[in-house]
């Protein structure tokens, strides 16, 4: 099955994989599963590590493709289905990103892995604990 990684669970499942939650953490570990990830989170994670908001474990390139080729992470793209559907969306999240994550997972009839429950608001699927 297919799952949306959310920026929080891309980063721990690399960096400090304790903070998972139980459920993540099986998702994340289960080769039957397609893993994807927001190019819009990749965006942010590179403004936010620019910024000098946010520290990962290697130079951020480095840790980007280690990431992906570690947990066989692909890039979602952003499409005009995405962008659309983001538009209509209530206001329960103010984030661009991560107002761009639940309508990717709407769209795409996919989970996402994040610990954050304003996203149950949306009534998306989401898996943590």
């Known amino acids: 099955m297919r799952h ?7 980063i721990w499942s690399l960096d400090d994989p304790s903070r ?3 459920r993540a953490r099986a998702v994340l570990q289960d080769p039957a599963n397609d893993l994807a990830v927001s190019v819009g989170t990749i965006w942010e994670l ?10 990962l474990s290697l130079p951020y390139r480095q840790w980007m493709d280690r990431a992906l ?10 499409t005009l289905e ?14 661009p990103f991560d107002r761009l994550m639940v309508a990717q997972c709407l769209v795409d009839g996919i989970p996402l ?4 429950a304003v996203f149950d608001q949306y ?7």
């Open 4 to 10: 949306l990684l959310d920026a929080h669970a891309l």
């Open 46 to 55: 590179s403004i936010t590590t620019g910024l000098g908001k946010l520290s």
């Open 113 to 116: 892995v994040s610990a954050d």
């Open 82 to 95: 995405f962008t659309e559907k983001q538009m209509a969306l209530p206001f329960h999240h103010r984030d």
């Open 123 to 129: 009534g998306i699927t989401r898996i943590w604990e």
């Open 69 to 78: 080729t570690d947990l066989g992470v692909t890039v979602s793209p952003i």
């Open 20 to 22: 998972l939650g139980a």
